[in-house]
């Protein structure tokens, strides 16, 4: 138990401390003491009760699960955009605002940017603000043409992410996925396709989502997946897709033949890139986005709160 003298000098030092500014250094000359023994005080303070810390803002539950994801799954780091309240539209919004502004605050040491395709990061690339960064290059890491929902292709969003940051890109002329091993071979031996494919591996920085191939899948909608592939992808143990990849809920690409049909890096390629940035919201991906942290494709994240705590959770 404390005594008086001592419960005096903790309560006195946390008060010029917490509420005069002082420093600890400052603190222990005016008690003829040394630093490591304030340290030591302000510590005890806490421990016993006498001082207690609260953060008086709604983003401290959006930073506590930060800070838990990025010690669960060994991320560089996780931004979780709260989202409550808003609907489904403005949720996915608010997802691709806090994304561009991730992203236009960490291009120093980038040349080379790649992206992949969906509407998650299309509404990166509609958030992003228009700036000169001449120095970089934009690069399609999956094939990106296609008749239906053009808008949400690779190769659109690398055009308009392009245009916002007054630079080139590349063009991926190849869809996502072909009907045959043989037309595959034949284009990515061609010398354009080949050379994009190439400088793909060799981005900086990627952006990619998580899809879930069974619930709201964008794969189904433009017609690259029917239902008897999503039987045959369910037997094969698929989760998630990143790139047009599929893997399982341990995060390994799995055998089949639709990803040996995709035109675009496979993910062992996307594992390789330096920091590849995942920007996913929906709860509903919940498995896809789980298998995918396991896999370690990710280096960053960028999720909602919801999604982000059902992570935790689970």
């Not at 392009?162 to 091993?181: G, H, I, R, W």
């Not at 990849?245 to 990803?259: K, Q, S, T, V, W």
Request: overall charge negative; glycine content about 8%.
């Amino acid at each position: 138990m404390l005594s008086w003298e001592e419960r005096r000098l903790m309560v006195k030092v946390a008060k010029l401390y917490y509420f005069e500014g002082w420093t600890q250094a400052q603190i222990a000359e005016k008690n003829n003491v040394s630093r490591p023994v304030i340290s030591k005080l302000l510590n005890n303070a806490k421990k016993e009760g006498l001082v207690e810390i609260y953060i008086k803002d709604e983003t401290v539950h959006t930073v506590d699960l930060e800070q838990k994801l990025e010690k669960m799954y060994d991320l560089d780091e996780v931004i979780v955009v709260s989202t409550a309240g808003y609907d489904p539209v403005m949720a996915k919004r608010q997802l691709g605002k806090t994304a561009a502004a991730y992203v236009g605050k960490n291009l120093q040491d980038v040349k080379n940017l790649g992206i992949s395709w969906g509407t998650t990061l299309l509404s990166l690339v509609e958030e992003y603000p228009y700036e000169r960064r001449d120095d970089i290059q934009i690069v399609p890491i999956v094939g990106g043409m296609g008749t239906k929902d053009v808008h949400l292709h690779s190769n659109q969003l690398a055009f308009h992410l392009a245009q916002k940051m007054n630079t080139s890109c590349s063009y991926l002329y190849a869809p996502a996925m072909v009907e045959t091993d043989d037309l595959k071979e034949r284009l990515i031996n061609s010398k354009d396709i080949a050379h994009v494919l190439d400088k793909g591996r060799h981005v900086d920085m990627a952006l990619v989502s998580v899809g879930n191939p069974y619930k709201s899948s964008t794969m189904k909608k433009i017609g690259y997946l029917q239902e008897d592939d999503l039987t045959s992808l369910s037997k094969a143990g698929a989760v998630g897709d990143i790139g047009s990849r599929f893997f399982d809920a341990a995060g390994e690409e799995i055998d089949h033949p639709l990803n040996n049909q995709v035109i675009g890096l496979d993910l062992n390629e996307i594992k390789d890139i330096p920091k590849v940035v995942g920007i996913i919201e929906g709860s509903y991906k919940l498995d896809s986005i789980e298998a995918a942290l396991r896999g370690g494709y990710l280096d960053v994240l960028i999720i909602d709160d919801q999604t982000a705590q059902a992570l935790v959770q689970s």
